[in-house]
């Protein structure tokens, strides 16, 4: 299996068995986010406590890019400081735009083969963008328009 093959497996199993796939009963944020243009939707609910991201989920509908990216940001962002994850967002945003993956990094270079579909980088990045705003505490429906 080489390295692209790897990759497309990372998108189709977590679309297919969406991680942390679930309303957050002990969440105390959330945040919505849709991608008008692919027909994507994701609502991120977050429990903070302190800095801290101490749970965190996901429901939503949309093509495999989209759920599978906020599929795989749960997983990362569960536990991290609010910090730790703007600084992840970072490393993810540079990996979808620039398509420059990062070997050590599997699951969020998973996704650098989008920099090849500009339209395609705006569902990678909706469950990120939903979740920041539901970190920060921005009560809004977020849109990539
Ligand atoms: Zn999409």
């Not at 949309?62 to 703007?86: D, H, N, P």
Request: glycine share 8%; aromatic share 6%.
């Amino acid at each position: 299996m080489d390295l692209t093959e790897l990759y497309q497996s990372v998108i189709l199993d977590n679309n297919r068995r969406p991680r942390n796939f679930r309303k957050l009963p002990t969440a105390n944020r959330v945040a919505s986010g849709n991608n008008p243009v692919c027909g994507d939707e994701v609502t991120v609910y977050v429990q903070i406590e302190g800095d801290r991201i101490a749970d965190i989920s996901f429901q939503g509908a949309g093509c495999a890019i989209s759920q599978a990216s906020t599929s795989v940001m749960t997983q990362r962002l569960k536990g991290k400081t609010v910090a730790e994850a703007e600084a992840l967002f970072g490393r993810f945003k540079d990996i979808v735009t620039q398509g420059t993956p990062d070997e050590e990094d599997l699951d969020l270079s998973a996704f650098a083969g989008v920099h090849q579909f500009p339209a395609r980088i705006k569902c990678a990045t909706l469950g990120w963008h939903a979740a920041l705003q539901a970190i920060h505490g921005e009560a809004a429906t977020v849109t990539t328009e």
